[in-house]
């Protein structure tokens, strides 16, 4: 296996600080989309980040892969309940609880451990310099869903509120934190994606020896097992000392805050900047191979399973078929197809960074702004223009590419697309919150999410991993 010798070598400050942009803006957008599909924004922004840092100027397809590898993994803890568990900490009910809080902070951070803990070791997978064969990856997902099940069955199970038959480890709020109310137990799934993160983590090691994996994926736990505690932290701080930021110096600023993205945003900042720093410690295992692939999949192999893929995500994301929910619902069951495209397709890793990732956020867009009375306008901006821009990146990028590598500007380009397109159908569905306007609840994020889409395009348009220092054409040379 051919891979670059040299270690990668960034700056720490600047690993830590894009990826917590990356994190930071990504997962606070998130927050208005919501579960699987809305994750993998922050996925994207996250791992294109690391992936334009640490890979150095390198062009294999095995570097997109990665890159496409993370994004379809944070998609996966998308499948978990979190509301329930948030609310122990901040309800107002509960304000004063601290055994509560300590038990809805202990969810949290197993929670958010187990959902960046896959994007750490999907990632790893990528950049580590192991092969991983399509039917392989089928077989591993294939067993860590099996895993899920027994995972749900040790750690989930019994759920039977009606006779007052909860798991031993549960997270969400019931009858013990609040006596006598009338509550919708959720049922939790957490455990069953704990297993799945283990099996996925110990295949890696102990079968492919892929350390890059492994150690990826730990710090991913770190990072989301400080995160989401952090973050709430603020949110619960707030509600249980109201005056605590009112009587601050920056409590002109603060009460505008809509506390539930500040949370998500703060989640985002650490869990990237926790991957960034894992991933530094980790640079001297990052070798992305040079090979070509040996057997590509075939490009009617890839029609195939991107029709089917899509069509699926487009029923679970706007239809109400339940049946379809049963079957494609689960983060896990979505990533199937997709990761088994990637690791051989060469097309499929430039679709899903770009298209198939936009697909349910421009769509979810669109219905939330939809004009009725002019619904051409809507149609055209928030779903039509995107989403070609978005396939004629992929298509030119791909067919760009040469037996020598990808096109050397494509993860810059892609960032800067990302960045933007995110930033511009979240800032519409704020409502347009402009800065010299009257402010409300969603200025100050949208200050914030503007904040982290300029730092990206700054590092994207004159950062030079190669030479590890600024240019003025760092961008422009990668087009040379």
């Given at each position: ?122 990632l790893g997978l990528g950049l ?141 900042t650490v869990m990237g900047a ?55 619902d689960l983060g896990l069951m ?147």
């Amino acid at each position: 296996m051919n891979t670059d010798k040299t270690p990668p070598n960034p700056p720490l400050w600047l690993a830590m600080l894009a990826t917590s942009m990356a994190g930071g803006m990504g997962w606070g957008i998130r927050g208005q989309y919501g579960h699987e599909t809305g994750a993998m924004i922050a996925g994207a922004l996250v791992s294109l980040t690391l992936v334009f840092l640490f890979c150095q100027g390198k062009t294999p397809i095995h570097m997109i892969r990665a890159a496409a590898m993370g994004t379809i993994a944070m998609g996966f803890g998308g499948s978990m309940t979190y509301g329930q568990t948030i609310g122990l900490t901040h309800d107002g009910p509960l304000i004063g609880n601290w055994e509560a809080l300590r038990w809805g902070m202990l969810g949290l951070a197993i929670k958010g451990g187990v959902w960046i803990g896959f994007v750490g070791l999907f990632l790893g997978l990528g950049l580590g310099g192991k092969r991983y064969k399509p039917f392989e990856m089928f077989l591993l997902t294939l067993g860590m869903l099996m895993a899920v099940l027994i995972g749900w069955w040790l750690f989930n199970s019994p759920h039977d509120p009606a006779n007052n038959r909860l798991p031993f480890l549960y997270f969400s709020d019931h009858w013990k934190w609040e006596p006598g109310v009338e509550l919708k137990h959720r049922p939790e799934i957490w455990g069953g994606l704990l297993c799945a993160l283990a099996t996925g983590i110990l295949y890696a090691a102990l079968a492919k020896g892929d350390r890059l994996a492994r150690n990826l994926a730990l710090w991913g736990i770190l990072g989301g097992a400080l995160g989401f505690p952090l973050g709430q932290t603020l949110q619960a701080t707030n509600a249980w000392n109201p005056d605590f930021f009112r009587e601050s110096f920056f409590g002109g600023l603060t009460r505008y805050f809509n506390w539930w993205n500040i949370m998500e945003t703060a989640f985002g900042t650490v869990m990237g900047a926790v991957l960034g720093l894992g991933l530094w410690l980790n640079r001297r295992q990052v070798a992305v191979s040079s090979e070509p692939d040996v057997s590509p999949l075939p490009a009617w192999l890839i029609g195939l399973l991107l029709t089917m893929h899509v069509s699926l995500l487009t029923l679970v994301e706007f239809s109400s078929f339940q049946w379809i929910d049963d079957v494609y619902d689960l983060g896990l069951m979505m990533g199937l197809i997709p990761l088994v495209a990637c690791v051989r397709g060469r097309w499929w890793p430039y679709l899903q960074l770009l298209p198939i990732t936009l697909l349910p956020i421009a769509g979810k867009t669109l219905r939330a702004l939809a004009d009725p009375i002019n619904p051409s306008v809507s149609w055209l901006a928030y779903l039509i223009l995107p989403m070609l821009l978005a396939v004629t990146l992929a298509v030119w990028f791909a067919r760009k590419a040469k037996p020598a590598g990808e096109h050397p500007a494509f993860i810059r380009s892609t960032l800067l697309f990302c960045t933007w397109i995110y930033f511009g159908l979240n800032y519409a569905f704020f409502g347009f919150p402009w800065p010299w306007d009257a402010w409300g609840g969603r200025t100050p994020n949208a200050v914030l999410f503007f904040i982290a889409a300029m730092g990206l395009t700054v590092t994207a348009l004159f950062f030079d991993p190669t030479g590890r220092r600024w240019q003025l054409r760092a961008w422009q040379k990668s087009w040379d």
